[in-house]
């Protein structure tokens, strides 16, 4: 799978994570902080990874900063993205499952290598609801402008 990574600096698990997604065989597209030709502030960053993921660049993308909120904020700007800010591995399954999330948002300052690893696991265990009910609310989200 491709990855877009995104971080607006080089603090916590930002390396860790491309790392992370190397060693399980993913293909990883850096933006922001870890592509040094690249503007680094959050906004910039993570809205680079997910257009990878909206123009069919990058499968998913994982955004990151300090608290992971701006990151996810950006990230859910672009149209047809669903970025979930997750802050542990039953946030990971359930962003994954209820809301067919296709863009990870961390937060380098709370998550773990050891929290990162479980996340990932989850994540990419993770596949989108079939019950109608979960998948009318993706619908309906994907139709808010």
Same mark, same amino acid.
Request: with cysteine; aromatic share 4%.
């Given at each position: 799978?491709?990855?877009?990574?995104?971080?607006?600096?080089?603090?916590?698990?930002?390396?860790?994570?491309?790392?992370?997604?190397?060693?399980?065989?993913?293909?990883?597209?850096?933006?922001?902080?870890?592509?040094?030709?690249?503007?680094?502030?959050?906004?910039?960053?993570?809205?680079?990874?997910?257009?990878?993921?909206?123009?069919?660049?990058?499968?998913? &993308?994982?955004?990151?900063?300090?608290?992971?909120?701006?990151?996810?904020? $950006? =990230?859910?700007?672009?149209? %047809?993205? /669903? @970025?979930?800010?997750?802050?542990?591995?039953?946030?990971?399954?359930?962003?994954?499952?209820?809301?067919?999330?296709?863009?990870?948002?961390?937060?380098?300052?709370?998550?773990?290598? &050891?929290?990162?690893?479980?996340?990932?696991?989850?994540?990419?265990?993770? $596949? =989108?609801?079939?019950?109608? %009910?979960? /998948? @009318?609310?993706?619908?309906?989200?994907?139709?808010?402008?």
């Amino acid at each position: 799978m491709r990855i877009s990574v995104a971080a607006d600096e080089i603090t916590g698990v930002a390396n860790v994570v491309v790392e992370e997604l190397r060693e399980r065989g993913h293909e990883v597209v850096v933006h922001g902080a870890l592509q040094a030709e690249e503007r680094d502030d959050w906004a910039w960053a993570s809205e680079a990874a997910a257009r990878d993921v909206a123009e069919g660049r990058a499968d998913q &993308a994982v955004v990151c900063c300090w608290t992971g909120t701006g990151a996810s904020i $950006a =990230a859910n700007k672009v149209a %047809g993205v /669903r @970025a979930a800010l997750c802050v542990d591995a039953y946030s990971a399954e359930g962003a994954r499952k209820w809301n067919d999330a296709n863009v990870l948002a961390l937060s380098l300052r709370l998550t773990s290598r &050891a929290q990162l690893g479980e996340i990932l696991d989850a994540w990419f265990a993770g $596949a =989108a609801s079939t019950d109608p %009910g979960d /998948r @009318a609310n993706i619908a309906h989200v994907d139709e808010i402008a």
